[in-house]
């Protein structure tokens, strides 16, 4: 069995009828994970930007959500939905025509969004880091891989020449370099997809951050590729005890690894909730569909089922023009009249399952 396929079958929708024991498991990790401690809370965060002919789209939209120590947090959506926009506003790596209009980042307490440009510098890469969807684009083309790496170092730690180098050995055996020291005098042209992601995950983690923001970190690799990272991402997170938000349109990147969920529509968030809750049991029609895509994907990777992939009918919205009420509701299958008028607070139709839809209140 691959490792895409054994990560595949941790997936909770193809253990809807856990056996007791694992029922108690699940229980017993939601329980460790209040007892953890905030480590990072957004509040009624909203950023837009602002076009060349004038025009505002607002790409995240009064969105709140806590991550806590140690925590693997998975936010899920389409592109375009703000998910990337959402990780350069933790670390204010906005673009210069992007406005913060509302809302706070507390991380440890402290706003990170109102702190001088001089204190956040010590956070960025040294409390909080940033796994880049492209490291090819991220990486410096005239600077061996190692050198890159070391510079993360001496930005943030006091640490001697040689320090620094057997540090980076480490880091690069670390994140699956069988040869370390051959690979610390590569150029990134000279290593693959894969091994450059690497690179990006050992710059990461190199100063031992609470929280790693993973923005799309396997959307340009192949399968077998995804799992790896994925499984690399799990073994750092359980030696070094970090955080990591990981940030993805794909479900099923998240069945075996995120502690919970949250999914992103046209800049809001509609639903979070445990991972295993939201494969047992989607509740927004969005993730409904999304969950049920990914079931496809299982079945026609198992070979199970001989099927079209399920698709959401329609098209997101333009962010300049979103719809009046959910935002969702013209592609839905369970709209009422209600959804094209106003947007659905956050109904809790379970203990902590917050899920923006009228089907579960007015």
């Avoid at 401690?37 to 025009?55: A, Q, V, W």
Wanted: overall charge positive.
């Amino acid at each position: 069995m691959s490792k895409l396929s054994a990560s595949l079958d941790k997936s909770p929708f193809l253990h809807a009828n856990l056996p007791p024991t694992r029922q108690l498991r699940i229980n017993h990790s939601r329980k460790k994970l209040e007892l953890m401690g905030e480590l990072c809370e957004i509040r009624g965060l909203s950023i837009t930007y602002t076009l060349r002919d004038g025009k505002r789209i607002r790409a995240v939209d009064d969105l709140s959500l806590m991550i806590a120590s140690g925590e693997i947090v998975g936010i899920l959506g389409e592109s375009g939905c703000g998910k990337s926009t959402l990780a350069s506003a933790i670390l204010r790596l906005l673009p210069a025509h992007a406005d913060r209009e509302q809302g706070t980042v507390l991380f440890r307490g402290v706003d990170l969004l109102t702190m001088p440009e001089s204190g956040l510098r010590e956070i960025r890469g040294r409390q909080i880091s940033l796994i880049p969807q492209d490291p090819a684009l991220a990486l410096n083309p005239v600077l061996s891989v190692g050198v890159q790496i070391a510079e993360v170092l001496r930005a943030h730690l006091p640490l001697r020449p040689k320090e620094r180098r057997s540090r980076v050995s480490d880091l690069l055996g670390e994140v699956g370099f069988d040869r370390p020291q051959e690979i610390y005098g590569a150029y990134p042209h000279q290593l693959s997809g894969g091994q450059k992601q690497r690179i990006a995950i050992a710059q990461a983690i190199s100063c031992q951050p609470a929280l790693v923001i993973a923005d799309e970190p396997t959307s340009k690799l192949d399968a077998p590729l995804q799992a790896e990272i994925v499984a690399l991402l799990a073994k750092i997170r359980r030696e070094h005890g970090l955080a990591i938000m990981l940030i993805s349109h794909d479900p099923a990147l998240f069945a075996g690894f995120a502690d919970r969920m949250a999914v992103m529509y046209a800049g809001r968030i509609v639903e979070t909730g445990t991972t295993a809750q939201i494969f047992r049991q989607p509740l927004h029609p969005y993730t409904q569909a999304l969950v049920q895509i990914a079931k496809s994907a299982v079945a026609a990777s198992a070979r199970t089922a001989r099927q079209p992939f399920s698709a959401i009918a329609g098209d997101s919205p333009d962010p300049s023009h979103l719809p009046a009420g959910c935002r969702f509701h013209p592609r839905c299958p369970e709209r009422m009249d209600v959804c094209s008028q106003r947007y659905p607070q956050a109904f809790l139709p379970e203990p902590s399952r917050p899920v923006s839809c009228f089907k579960y209140g007015e």
